[in-house]
Antibody, heavy 121, light 110 residues
Framework: EVQLVESGGGLVQPGGSLKLSCAAS????????MHWVRQASGKGLEWVGR??????????LYAASVKGRFTISRDDSKNTAYLQMNSLKTEDTAIYYC????????????WGQGTMVTVSS | QAGLTQPPSVSKGLRQAATLTCTGN????????AAWLQQHQGHPPKLLSY???NRPSGISERFSASRSGNTASLTITGLQPEDEADYYC???????????FGGGTKLTVL
């Protein structure tokens, strides 16, 4: 079964940092782009950023709201993608989903269950 | 950054058809096409269509997508109670180098 499982969410104070993980099973991350998408409570989906496969030598891209604070990375040997979040703000509070793009697709077709991040003092 | 425009809500009767719209511009939908996702309360989104009118395996033929100019549409025929959900469109914006989402449409099946 193809599955993405996020972890690492939790409560953090404003200005703090958190690193989310997205572990893939039944799905090889190495040749795939990985996205992070977030959703604040009662709100719509917001794209956070994307990293392409190592073979596709493009830098990661980010939404303007997180650029310079968030970094997406991947460890293909662990079949895992990451979202490092620094200088967190209260408005970053949301469920964070990782979403993968498998062969034959050009858009996120595999989604994790999400992990909750709460930024509050 | 600019997003896509969707009506906040649509209501239709059981077994009727509903058409949801998503308006962008020539840098996103008009150029790259759109994808549609369905999200039930408390669950992650699920991809319904991509590249305007392609359906992933397992998605019912009752869901069909299209594009005309800068507007994408998702038509759901024979509405069922389980179709009640939030629907999002998404597209790559080649000018901004970001993926953009619509605000979502809440579909109510009466």
């Amino acid at each position: 079964e193809v599955q993405l499982v996020e972890s690492g969410g939790g409560l953090v104070q404003p200005g703090g940092s958190l690193k989310l993980s997205c572990a893939a099973s039944g799905f090889t991350l190495s040749g795939s782009a990985m996205h992070w998408v977030r959703q604040a409570s009662g709100k719509g989906l917001e794209w956070v950023g994307r990293i392409r496969s190592k073979a596709d030598n493009h830098p990661a891209l980010y939404a303007a709201s997180v650029k310079g604070r968030f970094t997406i990375s991947r460890d293909d040997s662990k079949n895992t993608a990451y979202l490092q979040m620094n200088s967190l703000k209260t408005e970053d509070t949301a469920i964070y989903y990782c979403a993968g793009v498998s062969d034959g697709f050009d858009v996120f077709n595999i989604w994790g269950q999400g992990t909750m991040v709460t930024v509050s003092s | 950054q600019a997003g896509l425009t969707q009506p906040p809500s649509v209501s239709k009767g059981l077994r009727q058809a509903a058409t949801l719209t998503c308006t962008g511009n020539s840098d996103n939908i008009g150029n790259q096409g759109a994808a549609w996702l369905q999200q039930h309360q408390g669950h992650p989104p699920k991809l319904l269509s991509y590249r305007n009118d392609n359906r992933p395996s397992g998605i019912s033929e009752r869901f069909s997508a299209s594009r005309s100019g800068n507007t994408a549409s998702l038509t759901i025929t024979g509405l069922q109670p389980e179709d009640e959900a939030d629907y999002y469109c998404s597209a790559w914006d080649s000018s901004l180098d970001v993926w953009v989402f619509g605000g979502g449409t809440k579909l109510t099946v009466l």
